[in-house]
């Protein structure tokens, strides 16, 4: 198979705009070399929904998606899907019991003792820890869990300029006020009974908030719930992303730094060593150097464009 055109090299200087476009091009490439029927206006996502297995670069991870009944996104037959992306990376060292490839990455500038991971699974949810209802529980994309104890939490980017900002604004909220002196301003905590404030306050996220003029859940609320989730689980929060998106670790908002390191900013000091940033580049480096998954690896790359 011969590779997709405009391949994107490493740590190009784009725009976000141009990031995602160079991406579709590469997505609408890959699909069409390997005789795949696309959208006729949208040539990065398949022609039907029903397709997604398309989408998947291994037919073991397919089986898997089957087997487990994984909840698929909506969006999962486009190219640019990061759950599609996640479940192509981290599927394989799922299906093929080679975990420590990812945990190598995770733990490489840590100084504590690597766990001993022996499961991971995809859209994780515990609707206990925020008292979430069953149609909008925290999913996680990536869990791996030591003696059946979730232990690592994974959000896994692609081409999306940010973390989710809340569902209830503008519908129920104006999100324009900070709720640290009045849970109540929240619509989620007064009329919803959910529990993400009483987390913040436990977590003691409310003194990094209090100059807060808006809701910090209006743009982030994703990022937080995430975290509170992980924290909750005595757990480590890790965002893996593409190095050439330059929302998360650079020029977001036109500033020269990334929005990671923006809502770092947030997180109480006791707290900012249980999150942590990995790419997605690291991981497919560490895959190639381990020297047992040259039947795939080649293949992720030519789909991303890395």
């Known amino acids: 198979m011969r590779k997709a055109k405009n391949k994107l090299i490493k740590m190009p200087k784009l725009s976000h705009k141009e990031f995602k476009e ?11 070399e390997n005789g795949y029927k696309v959208d006729i206006n949208n040539t990065h996502m398949l022609h039907k929904k029903e397709e997604w297995r398309h989408n998947i670069i ?12 994984i909840n698929l996104h909506k969006y999962f037959h486009n190219g640019l ?9 981290i599927g394989p060292l799922k ?3 080679d ?3 990812l945990i190598d990455v995770i733990y490489k500038d840590r100084k504590e003792k690597k766990p001993l991971i022996d499961d991971v ?3 994780y949810e515990d609707r206990t820890v925020f008292n979430e209802s069953k149609q909008h529980p925290t999913s996680i994309d990536i869990t791996l869990f030591k003696d059946k104890t979730p232990k690592i939490f994974i959000e896994c980017k692609l081409i999306e300029d940010g973390f989710g900002g809340c569902s209830q604004v503008p519908k129920r909220c104006k999100g324009d006020k900070n709720p640290i002196s009045n849970f109540n301003l929240c619509y989620l905590h007064k009329k ?6 009483i987390l913040m306050e436990e977590y003691g996220f409310l003194k990094e ?3 807060e003029k808006t809701c910090i859940f209006k743009e982030h609320y994703q990022f937080f719930r995430e975290v509170l989730f992980s924290l909750k689980n005595n757990g480590l929060f890790v965002l893996l992303s593409d190095e050439r998106n330059p929302i998360f670790h650079r020029n977001y908002k036109r500033t020269e730094i990334g929005l990671m390191e923006t809502l770092l900013k947030y997180i109480p000091p006791k707290h900012k060593n249980k999150i942590i940033s990995i790419s997605i580049q690291d991981v497919v480096e560490s895959i190639k150097k381990s020297g047992e998954h040259q039947s795939w690896i080649g293949k992720f790359e030519n789909k991303y464009g890395l």
């Open 22 to 32: 160079n991406l579709k091009t590469i997505a609408s490439s890959w699909f069409l």
């Open 58 to 69: 291994l037919k073991e991870v397919n089986e898997y998606i089957e087997e487990h009944s």
């Open 81 to 89: 899907s990061s759950q599609a992306l996640a479940l192509n990376l």
């Open 95 to 97: 299906t093929r019991r």
């Open 99 to 101: 975990l420590s490839i």
């Open 121 to 123: 699974k995809f859209e």
């Open 192 to 197: 919803a009974q959910r529990k993400y404030w």
């Open 209 to 211: 908030l209090k100059t």
